[in-house]
């Protein structure tokens, strides 16, 4: 009886030893079989490193596009002209200034009684003195404004100066050969001249 129960004890462990080995087996073959997304999950770190990828790109994307637009409205701000100097105030004190020299000079008496020679003198002086306020005005806007402006003045200015010398030539014509002919021809110059200086003072500067 024991001998039979031995038997049968022994054949039961056989058994379970064989089933067991059977389903190792199986659960490893299973493993082996079973697709590698499923088998190997997606590393954490990878996927955070993509979506971080992603977030840099757009951030990269959102400068550059902010960048551009920066640009733009700095392309447009200098695409306006200058089309005005400061100074103004400054520049039509001094051509009065000048002119209050020119009353305070000794030959304005005499000049203002029409005597020839003060005249001539008085004349000469005041159209040399407002010739040169225009040339530092001149050169004061070639300077400031922007180059098409200031390109547009440049033509103006050559038109007004062939007119200011056929103004005047046409003045000293009118006493040719008299005593009187050289004061016409300053008076002229220094007339428009002076208006000359006003007006592009007025015109293209600002306070």
Known sequence: MKKKNLFIATALSAMLLVGMSACSSSSEE??????????VPASTDKGD?????????????????ASSENHGTDNSEQDHPVKKAEGKQTYIEKLDNIQKELDAMPEKKDSDKGVTNAMKSYYGVSYEKYDHALNEIYALLKKELSP???????????????????????ERLKYEGGTFENVAWYISLYESTKDRCYELVNQFMTD
């Open 30 to 39: 299973d493993a082996a079989n079973q697709p590698e997304s499923e088998a």
């Open 49 to 65: 490193s993509s979506v971080s990828d992603l977030n840099e790109k757009d951030q990269t994307e959102g400068t550059s596009a």
């Open 148 to 170: 098409e402006v200031f390109a547009d003045l440049e033509t103006e200015q050559v038109k007004w100066i062939e007119e200011k010398e056929e103004k005047a030539e046409k």
